[in-house]
């Protein structure tokens, strides 16, 4: 497919997304009436949509209307390239512009991306980091991998994936965390990843099981489990059985394979309330995602003010149910990956008025202009009586 061709398909995608579809539903629908194009143009035409997607309001203004039509030519604006090369109306590419298409200049809070509602709660807990943030997440996220140190060490970890093509360096001060800087594509099916010496992780996610302090042998629930990232990394530091929980079990569908492979001991439990208590309780609960947006686009537009209050109760009603799980003298470790105090330290303080018995031992707020995903954590321990 020609670039002007991988466009037209982006603009049709859009179409479909603007219309109501999930846009997973609507690459893949792309996808099955399109099998001539390569892995290449997937990779390509899906890079254009989630571009699209992260730089939604901007890219609408900078292509003179909310359509794919107006995404697309907005990106392509946006990145100084000729307009003319891609909406020639030749073959398959898009018609060539028209008065139609005239460009106007963003708002503020077009040019940063961020839902209009959302931003005075942002500024608030942000503060003059706002809109650096906001820019960062209308960026590609960046690929980290963890060094499974159950089987393999970072030099040795490196050395396999290069061997694949895979070129990494390591990251910031987060032990056993691999910034990926070429060939991103390859890791799923490189022999690194396949036999477990590597996993996929953000560099933040990583860096908040290190804040845990994990004592090896403790006993540990991941309440909210999910893909089970952070569990098989307590399961690494702690060197023993990790149990796994989440309301929806299959989320955790693939954890028993990804466990078996990383060799990371992990117990699936259906009612934690039998296995307690617990040393260590980590409760990653459901969240806006507004840490992660440049991962999720789509969730950034999706969300509303109703969906964020659901949220909010899911979240205070998790934290109550996960303190009894906790042994005295332990730790319940609270995590999102948002960035709005409603959800984090708001969220918190409710809790610390509302339950007696435990003392607040620290929280860290991490951001992408740190290089990972935006996410908090409070780390809380429970009195001994």
Known sequence: MTPAARASAAIDVLDDYLDGMSVEVALTRWGRKSRFAGSSDRAAVRDLVFDALRCKRSFAALGGA???????????????????????GEAHAPQPISDADDPREPSATEACDCPEWL???????????????????RERAPVFLRVNLLKSDVAQAQAALLSDGIMTEPFGDISACLLVVENTRKILTSQAYLTGLVELQDAASQAVILDLAVQKGARILDYCAGGGGKTLALAALAQTTVFAHDFNAVRMKDLPQRAARSGALVQIVQDPSTHAPFDLVLADVPCSGSGSWRRDPQGKWALTETKLADLIQTQAKI???????????????????????????IQINGFMNAVGGWKLMKTHRFTPLEGGDGFFCAVMKKANS
Do not use: W
């Open 66 to 88: 909310m359509s794919g039509r107006g995404l697309v030519l907005g990106g392509i604006r946006a990145s100084g390239s000729h307009v003319a090369d891609v909406f020639s």
């Open 119 to 137: 931003v005075p709660r942002l500024k608030q807990t942000l503060g003059d980091d706002f809109n650096p943030i906001m820019l960062a997440l």
């Open 319 to 345: 934290l109550r149910d996960v303190a009894e799980f906790v042994c005295p003298g332990g730790t319940l470790a609270y995590v999102t990956c948002s960035l709005l105090a409603d959800e984090n330290e």
